[in-house]
T-cell receptor
Framework: DQQVKQNSPSLSVQEGRISILNCDYT??????FLWYKKYPAEGPTFLIS?????DKNEDGRFTVFLNKSAKHLSLHIVPSQPGDSAVYFC?????????????FGKGTHLIIQP | DAGVIQSPRHEVTEMGQEVTLRCKPI?????LFWYRQTMMRGLELLIY????????DSGMPEDRFSAKMPNASFSTLKIQPSEPRDSAVYFC????????????FGQGTRLTVV
C-alpha cells in the first residue's frame, strides 16, 4: 500500500504561470514532509520541507502548504521557469515511531512550456 | 564536501552474477540510506544504518540482497545472485538526523541485469 501518493504522473505548465503539485498521505504518524527535485541521471535534491506544526513554508518561488486534516500537501512554484522542468517527489517521515527514513511518492514530471 | 559518492554510475551484468554497489556518505552524517527506484514502485527504502549499524532492513526484497557499513565513510549493497528484475537505479543517501533534516542523495547507480 502506498503511504504517499502523487496522483498526477505529469503536469504541463506555461512558463511564468503557477505550477501546483499535489501529494496525499495516509499514515497519520507522518509529521515532517519534504519535496525533492530530480533531473535525469542525477540523484534527488532537496527543495523545501514543512513540519506538521506549520501549515505553510515559503522559500523564494517555492511554497509548500500542508492540510493535516485532509492529509494533503501541495507545492506551489510561481512563477514557473524552464529550469523547473524535472520530476518532483513528495516525501514524508515520522519522528515518533513508524517507519524511519523517508517514504516517497512516485513523483510528478513537471514540464514547463515556453 | 563532495556530497554522497556512489560507484559505479552504470553496471551491466549477466543474470546470476554478483553485483556490488558502493557508497561514500557525507562526512559527519550519522545516517545512511539505500533506496531503489523503479518505474513501477518509485523510490523505495531498502535499508538504513545509524552510526554504521543496520537499523531497519525490512525493505530489502529478499535474501539475495545484503548491505554492510564497515565504517562511517563506506557502505556496500550486494546482490548475489542478480536477476533481471533487479534492474533499477539504486541511490544512496545520508543525513545527520533521522528526521527533521533532508537526506542528501548520490547520483545513483543504474543497474541492468541481462
Amino acid at each position: 500500500d502506498q503511504q504517499v501518493k502523487q496522483n498526477s504522473p505529469s503536469l504541463s505548465v506555461q512558463e511564468g504561470r503557477i505550477s501546483i503539485l499535489n501529494c496525499d498521505y495516509t499514515n497519520s504518524m507522518f509529521d515532517y514532509f519534504l519535496w525533492y527535485k530530480k533531473y535525469p541521471a542525477e540523484g534527488p535534491t532537496f527543495l523545501i520541507s514543512i513540519s506538521s506544526i506549520k501549515d505553510k513554508n515559503e522559500d523564494g518561488r517555492f511554497t509548500v502548504f500542508l492540510n493535516k486534516s485532509a492529509k494533503h500537501l501541495s507545492l506551489h512554484i510561481v512563477p514557473s521557469q524552464p529550469g523547473d522542468s524535472a520530476v518532483y517527489f513528495c516525501a514524508a517521515s515520522a519522528s515518533g515511531g513508524g517507519a524511519d527514513g523517508l517514504t516517497f511518492g512516485k513523483g510528478t514530471h513537471l514540464i514547463i512550456q515556453p | 564536501d563532495a556530497g554522497v559518492i556512489q560507484s559505479p554510475r552504470h553496471e551491466v551484468t549477466e543474470m546470476g552474477q554478483e553485483v556490488t554497489l558502493r557508497c561514500k556518505p557525507i562526512s559527519g552524517h550519522d545516517y545512511l540510506f539505500w533506496y531503489r527506484q523503479t518505474m513501477m514502485r518509485g523510490l523505495e527504502l531498502l535499508i538504513y544504518f545509524n552510526n554504521n549499524v543496520p537499523i531497519d532492513d525490512s525493505g530489502m526484497p529478499e535474501d539475495r540482497f545484503s548491505a554492510k557499513m564497515p565504517n562511517a565513510s563506506f557502505s556496500t549493497l550486494k546482490i548475489q545472485p542478480s536477476e533481471p528484475r533487479d534492474s533499477a537505479v539504486y541511490f544512496c543517501a545520508s543525513s545527520y538526523m533521522r528526521v527533521g533534516s533532508e537526506a542528501f542523495f548520490g547520483q545513483g547507480t543504474r543497474l541492468t541485469v541481462v
